[in-house]
């Protein structure tokens, strides 16, 4: 930075302006899925509008003074203790509430992620217009009155292969004067899955068959039961064996069948030639292809091989592998 | 539009309503198409809600507007001064109404709302008129809570609770600042009320003048003494001395039409016992002050003038609250300069020549200047002189004659005026005294409640050696008026507040009535001399009672204790609000977990998500890494499940929750 010169510096300044900031609000308010809002986490100062009351008040106030009228005086105070009030009450109206992190739909480049969240207080009091939004994106608000909680969606557009993180959601409440304004921004440690974008390519070239037609397969459909197998993170809870949990069993998974037809591998290797973005926007089109015409097919990238399959959670699976390739780091 | 912008409707109720409350207490004030605006603004806002009729644009609003001053400036002749001011505020009020779409309207208005209140008081200071108001604070409050309240579609009454809560919570601070703030001189002049009736006595008087103000039954001041009050017959109650006669009406000598020695009052010695009270004035838009016969008052902006009477610098405008303190037997001027001796006997013009030639024939007879005063009194009194409200008109020219030789009836002024025509005729220095006579003594609070039918007027005349002397010719006409008060003296008439039908007053004989009343009237005087009569000097005076001699430190402690005080339960109420008593079942479960992976020595760290704790649990605690697990995973699902199969997740979460020991 030394030596720099001026306009040129600006910018830096600014953006370690911005850094330090975001170090302090880190370590202020660090990211969690579930965040309770207290006085530690929230912001208070008076508000546009509530500039403009002041300057009300002070014409108010200029006015007993000039006309010395006693009632007149006695209004102005009353309003001006009001506006003092209103920052107990305005804080009252977040104080307490809960915010939890629920999900992120995972979605493709230009399109809107939405995350979900769920808001529950944890006083009894009656929560109004509380206002939701990411730094970019929809904003919703919420009301709590007769109900202890509210869920909240949020769209976001994205545009990156991999992890999406919204930043931080901004919180805020003007209730119930609109004088003063609270906030809160809290990271709630949610990521969007950005899936690759579809791309499609003239042919697939070098089908690969692997499987005999119309073997039956166990797989994730519901038309017939199969068998059980251990619960697996992720696996429906509609499908989960309570029965037998109920009996002090463990967890499992009841399995049914589907018949699919032929299966085809998706291969990383199919398109020789071309950068690792657009590999992965072909073999993306591809899946989408295969499972729209329900055909089963498995995955082949360079560090990983998902058997053949069908059905929307294979489809997942397969777009997350697809989406996350070569990324590192991002949400366990 | 944005999302934080919309109006919720049942705010949009509340605002119109707001609205009409607002304008009511300001009706008598306005002319009537203002009010009708008001309704017309109302109809098109709520058509343009039912998606009948648009918003105006721009030329229908600029045209709006442009009518709106033409309309004020045709009603009043003005657009100066006070009601004019009003009136085009109200108007602009309800203009906004029509563009109301967006919340920054909304605030707009309703702030305007706030400073439409506050134009009420400078009007009148009223209780009734104070508690209207304070409603309709509350109303316009609620307005602002209602917009806050999205969602809120139908009306409903509930914004009226926080509102109706959150200023009383603002009282007690208000009251403290009320009390603390110090008092300043105006920065500025200000307009006036120039509609306002100027009530009470004027500066000069026209025989028909004091007369009026009998038919009214209003209060002019009130007055507390401090020990016995004094009898009926010395209770004259001087304001304004009237020393030029110009065409048949008397009027006060301006300051400056003294010269400038002669504008200062030559101080009398004080000598025998003093009466001290204290005085609470009605608005009168005037500077005259009231006070017993030579009254001083330490008050700042109270000062004496050169014929004793008392006057405030500013214009009485709102209730006036001040001290006095009178010495009855004190000489007031026993030498007269040159200069007063001309002013006192100034009778021009030669018209009324049977006075004139009276007056003479009183001078040659009689040894000197009380004896001219006895002959004038004996003649009202012996000759068949009458005391009436409603007098037989005077002609123009010489109404003097025509008072003494012709009609013979009159009222107090008559009696003052044609006393003092004679005794400057006959060379005795003389003036008119306009004020008030006698009042009634409120048993509640033992305050003397002087009413505008009191007014009175009377004479001084000046001895030599002795001074000021009070002489009242009506007394010698009508002695039941100055023993007994008006209604007595006119009893026969059916004449007495003939002006106001339905004055509680009229009802006096009826108890109950009477005792309302007279209760009414001791809450006012008490809210007069605590309210709105409070000044720099009562302000100073009950600092100083409360908390000894006045520092500025002292000051600065007092108002922070006073907030701290204020806020503190308000603090503790919002702060400590009950915890929901119904914590989730899921999470009660969860907690359970938290806890024994606490005593095995993993404690969850505040805000740490289930995600990060289950990591960090399992990587200490390797043996129960699948159990850990497994229990964060049945929690997770069991948040997002649907609610039919919560029982069973329940019972999966307890038993795995139990697995991990």
Redesign the interface.
Known sequence: MAGAAGTGSNPDIRARLRQRFREWINRRI?P????VLDQKRLFIFPSG?GF??GL?LL??L?????????????????????F???V??T??NL??LEI?A??ARPAFPGQQTEFEL?VS?????EY??V?FRFEQGS???L?LVDE?SGSIHLMAPVEKRGWHHPGRLRIES?????LVRCWTWIDL?LHALVYPRPLPSAELPGLAKDQPDGAAMPVAGSDDFFGFRD?R?GDS??Q?H?KG??R?GK?QTKQYTAYADRSVWLDWEMFPGLGTEQRLSHLCYWALEFDRQGQEYGLRLPDLNIAPDVGERHRERILQALALYGIEGGP? | MK??QQIPRNALVWIVLALFLLVAPHVQRVPIWVVLVFVAAAGWRIMVYRGVWSFPRWPVKLGLILAAFAGILFSFRTIVGLEPTVALLLTAFALKLLELSE??DA?VLL?LG??V??TV??FS?DILV?LL?LSN?VVV?AA??A?????EDRFTFRPLR??TV??A???P??LV??FL?P????????PIKSQAARTGMSDFMKPGDVSRLSRSGDVAFRVQFEGDVPAQDQLYWRGIVMSRLRGGAWSSLSHFAAPPDERKPVEPELVGDSLRYSIIMEPTQQHWVYSLRYGRSNDSGIVNAADYRLFRM?EI??DYFYEVQTWPDAQLEPTLSEWRREVELRLPGDNNPRMRALAREMASASGGSREIVDQALALFANEPFGYTLSPPLLPEQDSIDAFLFGTRSGFCEHYASAFVHLMRAAGVPARVVAGYQGGEINPVNGTVIVHQFDAHAWAEVWHEGEGWVRVDPTAAVSPERIELGLEEALSGEGSFLADSPLSPLRFRGVNWVNQLRLRYDAITYRWQSW?????SDRQYQLLSNWFGEFSAQKFALVLLGAGVL??AP??IT??L????V?QREMDRLYLKFCERLARMGVERGA??????YA?RASAQLPRLAEQIG?VN??YQ?L????AA?EA??L??LA??IKRVN
Not at chain 1, 121 to 125: L, S, W
Not at chain 2, 531 to 535: A, P, R
Not at chain 2, 607 to 612: I, N, V, Y
């Open positions: 660090p969690s899925r579930s965040v509008v403009f009351f009300c014409v108010m200029l006015a007993a003074i000039n006309f010395q009228n006693n009632l007149s005086y006695g209004l102005t105070f009353l309003l001006a203790t009001l003092v009030l209103a107990l009450h804080f009252a104080s307490g939890q629920i999900r769920r207080r944890t006083k009894k009091r109004f217009g206002f904003s919703a608000r009301n202890d003007t209730y119930p004067l609109g440690d619960y993170e809870l509609r989960i309570w949990l109920a002090g967890v366990s | 999302l934080e919340r920054k605030y702030f706030y400073f209140i506050l008081f400078l200071q104070v108001c604070t409050t602002l809570v917009l806050h309240r999205p969602g926080l509102s959150m200023l919570q603002s009282i601070l208000m600042l009320f703030f008092r300043i001189g105006p920065l500025w002049t200000v500013t405008e709102d309210v709105t009569g409070f000044d204020v806020f308000v603090v919002l702060m609000q009950r915890k929901t119904q805000g740490e998500g289930p995600d990060q990591r497994e995973r049945v699902a948040a997002y499940a649907p199969q069973r997740g019972q999966q038993s795995a």
